[in-house]
Nanobody, 120 residues
Framework: VQLQASGGGLVQAGGSLNVSCAAV????????MTWYRRPPGKQRGLVAT???????AYAESVKGRFTIFRDNAKNSVTLLMDTLKPEDTGVYYC???????????????WGQGTQVTVSS
């Protein structure tokens, strides 16, 4: 079981990008799904999170610009990023608590990072 991320890339300030992540493998259940980012030279921080029933929450710096949504049938989460700023640049990571088929415990799993670069 793993989280596979996709999307990201290079965009000019004011532009838009999407990043997506899907839990693949023998997944029984997926709980909260979260996007983090690590800006160059800084620590990783939370960007947006969404509960299983679709309740979102955002970092103050992205409120009104980013939208997180999920597809429980596909065990996936997408972050729509609009009006991007250079300070949004960083490696974006997907994170989730999930249970494997046949498993009895929740595991915290990280996806591989995907780069988002916003030029000024």
């Amino acid at each position: 079981v793993q989280l596979q991320a996709s999307g990201g890339g290079l965009v000019q300030a004011g532009g838009s990008l999407n990043v997506s992540c899907a839990a693949v493998g023998s997944v029984l259940a997926v709980n909260t799904m979260t996007w983090y980012r690590r800006p160059p030279g800084k620590q990783r921080g939370l960007v947006a999170t969404i509960t299983h029933d679709g309740q979102p929450a955002y970092a103050e710096s992205v409120k009104g610009r980013f939208t997180i949504f999920r597809d429980n049938a596909k065990n996936s989460v997408t972050l729509l990023m609009d009006t991007l700023k250079p300070e949004d640049t960083g490696v974006y990571y997907c994170n989730s608590n999930l249970r494997r088929s046949g498993g009895s415990v929740w595991e915290n799993v990280w996806g591989q990072g995907t780069q988002v670069t916003v030029s000024s």
